[in-house]
């Protein structure tokens, strides 16, 4: 019998229990024993609820406890989760967590701790909730030289842009109906921001370059600015508006990146639609793959969460190495990467068409809408460029990177 330890009983921490006893059998036959929850810590009370009886509100008492064998943090933030987490795998004791902010900011210090004491750090549900990207990316693409991670990494965000694709609405209205769902929070800075997406796209990228990314040098714009008439824009050229976390590499330099970009039908990620997140893969042997599913939600990413403690019951003081190191991985200049822009500028007529054509050579359409300005959709041009020559054709309005 494996007995494990939860730190917080939110909305994941309750759904892992609640995960561990719907399928407890299930569960045991996959672990090769039965795995029992012990103690669960919060700082509240939970009266009728049956954890109210191994609820502790001092994580020195699961320290103290020789009994415990893994422990599930589910918390949130980095402090104090990474000192409870850093001791538990100094005991010895394999550590199950969901928490992005911690695993971006730590995660490979956190498994050197694992490494020296004999047990693991597993991080499944931090990224992508329920849908398994971490350990294919750790393992079964090994083989492979990968060089594109990109996805929709957020449910909210992916929510508001779908109801503003398909109805119409704008975004205020749209993250109001968000909050009222359940899908937003009261500050859903962290979502809208960009934030949690580039959180989650640094774990990512420094799964596959063996290296840490700093999240902190990762580009990231959110969605706050776009507009339904950007959205009538992209229809006009057979696409839709996505907040993609996009990691790629040119000549074994990765550059990354978090923003909203056109997403042509054509490409993988254009269906996933409402609170669903994707993570399309690109490897040269593999050529293209597909991860979907519910990137978040309570029963989702508990899920991923006990297939980690699983594992960790499985494997024991034998530690599953990720390749993950301490050392710093640079990310390219921003501005050298070349892309398509959808544009949109103030100005319209018979000779903006002509300047624009002048300084951007060659565009797939120039679109114009009697009294909105004009609205082109670039060649690939570097990014760096493109204030400049936006500057000589007109006043910009809006500039929509391309993902192509």
């Keep these: 019998m494996k007995h494990i330890a939860i730190l917080g009983y939110g909305t994941i921490g309750s759904g892992v229990a609640a995960v561990l006893r719907v399928n407890a059998k299930q569960i045991a036959a996959r672990a090769g024993e039965e795995i029992v929850v012990s103690k669960v810590l919060d700082l509240r009370e939970f009266p009728g609820d049956p954890v109210q009886e191994i609820l502790v509100h001092d994580y020195q008492e699961i320290v103290a406890d020789e009994s415990i064998d893994i422990v599930v943090e589910t918390m949130g933030g980095v402090h104090p989760a990474f000192e409870f987490v850093s001791q538990a795998l100094s005991q010895g004791r394999s550590v199950c967590s969901s928490n992005k902010e911690l695993v971006a900011s730590k995660g490979a210090e956190l498994l050197k701790i694992a490494k020296e004491h004999n047990c693991n750090f597993f991080f499944e549900a931090s990224v992508g909730g329920g849908i398994p ?11 492979d030289d990968i060089d594109e991670v990109s996805g929709i990494l957020n449910g909210t965000t992916n929510f508001i842009l779908t109801k503003m694709d398909q109805e119409g609405a704008d975004y205020a209205e749209t993250l109001k109906e968000a909050q009222k769902l359940g899908y937003a929070e009261l500050h859903p800075e962290a979502d809208v921001e960009g934030f949690d997406a580039c959180r989650k796209i640094a774990i990512l990228l420094s799964l596959v370059t063996g290296k840490t990314v700093n999240y902190e040098q990762i580009p990231t714009i959110g969605i706050t600015e776009i507009t339904a008439e950007d959205f009538q824009y992209a229809k006009f050229f057979g696409a839709s508006i996505k907040l993609i976390a996009n990691s790629f590499k040119v000549d074994d330099q990765f550059y990354a990146i978090v923003a909203p970009m056109l997403v042509p039908a054509e490409h993988p990620l254009h269906a996933v639609n409402d609170v ?70 103030a100005e319209e007529s018979a000779e903006i068409d002509e300047k624009i054509k002048e300084v951007f050579g060659k565009v797939m359409h120039i679109h114009y809408l009697k009294g909105e300005g004009s609205v082109f959709l670039t060649e690939p041009i570097c990014e760096g460029d493109l204030p400049d020559m936006v500057a000589q054709v007109g006043t910009l309005i809006s500039a929509i990177r391309v993902l192509d």
Aim: proline fraction near 4%; aromatic fraction near 12%; charged fraction near 15%.
């Design 133 to 143: 990207i971490i350990r294919p990316l750790s393992t079964c693409l090994t083989a």
């Design 276 to 345: 669903f997140n994707g993570i399309f893969v690109h490897g040269n042997v593999l050529d293209n793959a597909m991860f979907y599913g519910r990137g978040a939600g309570k029963l989702p990413t508990a899920s991923a969460v006990v297939a980690d403690v699983i594992e960790a019951a499985k494997l024991g003081h034998q530690y599953a190495s990720y390749g993950w190191s301490e050392e710093a991985y640079e990310i390219g200049n921003p501005l050298i990467v070349r892309r398509r822009f959808l544009v949109r500028i």
